[in-house]
């Protein structure tokens, strides 16, 4: 299962990597450019190691962006990462921020 | 005696005083001290047993190097280098900076007017190097920068362990490298190479290079390697001994002034920086000139380059894309394209449009330098616009931009 709300991929994974760590943070930020994604549900628990975002959604909830329609995403285990694009001029790889 | 091995809480506050202090001091806008230059320089010269010179106190490099170039070049008469050389002693210092000065730019003015540049090219290109004054840089290097350091550095590792001193590196003289010299340094360097070099120079490279352009004596911006000398001396009692002294006439110019040339028997000063405009440690005025001197001689620089002043004063609408057509220099190219927006560019380049699937096109950027630049046109479907993300050359279909983009070939179930 994949979601897309502008930036941001939110995939399905089978289970939470060991080096995943619980975070306590509210709303969960799951990308901040000039607006953020987050999600603001208790039903949501965030997690990270790596470098990398995951989340365990105990119920449906909404992920929101000022300039992106919500998306409801169901009850699972995810990881969350940025699309990417290339720069012609720096000859670089980076992440999309919108 | 045990070596020093680390610092206490208060030696920790101080080194952040102290590489802010010398930050500033690096960056310092305030107009020369040229007392304490006199005195400084004056000082060094003696040490190498050299007569106080006079002194040419300049507004900026640019004019520092034309002054140089002009007294250098046959221009004024035969011999002028060679006369003032031999009368600038006692008599010429008071006289120097004032009549000397005012005359010989009059004299330049009323003369050759607009065809200023013709001349001094022409003349400067003719034989000049052999009848100049000697350049004492090599010789104060020798005895004094990289002696002193070498002696310094001797001291250090007597005293402090060898963690410590890495430490300070990284702290004092990495940062304040990466603050003054790394962009401010090398900017202003390779300004003054390209606006006069290929103008005037070209055919001189091999007798003013490195003589000229390379001088290692930076003033204000050669704090980075200073301070990081002068902390274990202030801070943690380190003793230099008699190297305490020299080092003291390096901190004292490098809070006095900008960059300095020393001949036989005079020096050139430049001034510092009327004003410096920075993001983070690059350069960068997207609205002015980043770097400008009190005779008008700037650095127009967005983001740490130098891009000349039409590019930063134009306003992003009215710059013609067509510039990335004819800019050669890719850091260049890149700030016009930063300001003017890759959309606009597409745009007004007239990308072509090579795959289309639903609400995404791909577009293929021709810039007349044979390279591929593919570029991802897509839809916001919550709001209705377009945007434009570059994907690598090897994308040639809106599917294989869209797997890169996403780095999986699924698909999302939703998409906003």
């Known amino acids: 299962m994949l979601y897309q709300q502008g930036d941001v991929l939110i995939e399905s994974v089978s289970k939470l990597p060991d080096y995943a760590k619980k975070i306590n943070t509210s709303p969960i930020v799951l990308a901040s450019g000039v607006n953020t994604h987050s999600i603001d549900d208790v039903n949501c628990s965030a997690y990270s190691g790596d470098g990398l975002l995951f989340l365990d959604v105990k119920s449906p909830v909404v992920l929101s962006h000022k300039e992106h329609k919500p998306i409801t995403i169901e009850t699972g285990l995810y990881s969350v990462r940025k699309v990417r694009e290339y720069d012609h001029f720096e000859e670089e790889i980076r992440d999309v921020e919108d | 005696m045990s070596k020093i091995e ?46 106080v010179p006079s002194f040419w106190f300049c507004q900026s490099p640019a004019q520092m190097l034309i002054v140089i170039s002009i007294l250098k070049s046959k221009l004024l008469g035969a011999n002028l280098w060679g006369n ?184 050139f000063v430049s001034d510092r920086p009327e004003q410096i405009h920075r993001k983070g440690v690059q350069l960068h005025n997207d609205s002015g000139p980043a770097v400008l001197y009190r005779d008008g001689y700037a650095l127009w620089c967005l983001n740490g380059v130098d891009v000349g002043e039409s590019i930063v004063t134009t306003p992003a609408d009215q710059l013609d894309a067509n510039l990335i057509l004819t800019t050669k220099n890719a850091e260049v190219r890149r700030e016009i394209v930063r300001k003017i927006g890759i959309e606009r560019v597409c745009n007004k380049l007239n990308a072509k449009v090579i795959d289309t699937q639903g609400d995404y096109s791909l577009l293929l950027l021709d810039l007349r330098d044979g390279r591929k630049r593919p570029y991802l046109k897509m839809l916001n479907p919550s709001i209705g616009t377009y945007h434009i993300e570059g994907v690598p050359p090897e994308c040639d279909t809106v599917e294989k931009a869209i797997t890169w983009r996403n780095q999986t070939s699924e698909k999302p179930v939703i998409l906003t």
Not at chain 2, 23 to 43: F, H, R, Y
Not at chain 2, 129 to 150: K, P, Q, T
Not at chain 2, 241 to 247: A, H, I, N, R
Request: with cysteine.
């Open chain 2, 6 to 51: 680390s610092l206490t809480p208060e030696q920790e506050q101080m080194l952040n005083k102290h590489r802010n202090e010398y930050l500033q001091w690096g960056l310092s806008c305030e107009p020369m001290n040229q007392d304490a230059v006199k005195a400084t320089i004056g000082e060094m010269y003696r040490r190498i047993g050299k007569n």
């Open chain 2, 84 to 267: 003032l050389g031999d009368n600038l002693g006692a008599n010429l210092r008071d006289n120097l900076e004032v009549n000397l000065r005012t005359n010989l730019w009059n004299n330049l003015w009323i003369n050759l007017g607009d065809n200023l540049w013709d001349y001094l090219w022409d003349n400067l290109r003719a034989n000049l190097w052999g009848n100049l004054g000697d350049n004492l840089g090599a010789n104060l290097r020798a005895n004094l920068e990289v002696n002193l350091r070498d002696n310094l550095e001797v001291n250090l590792r007597d005293n402090l362990e060898d963690n410590l001193r890495d430490d300070l590196r990284v702290n004092l003289w990495a940062n304040l490298w990466a603050n003054l010299g790394n962009n401010l340094r090398s900017n202003l360097k390779a300004n003054l190479r390209a606006n006069f070099w290929d103008d005037l120079w070209d055919d001189l490279r091999d007798n003013l290079g490195n003589n000229l352009w390379d001088s290692d004596f930076w003033g204000q911006m050669d704090m980075f390697w200073i301070a990081y000398y002068r902390y274990p001396e202030q801070y943690l009692h380190v003793d230099y001994g008699e190297f305490s002294k020299v080092l003291q006439l390096w901190d004292t110019l490098g809070k006095s002034c900008g960059w300095w040339y020393p001949y036989e028997n005079i020096c």
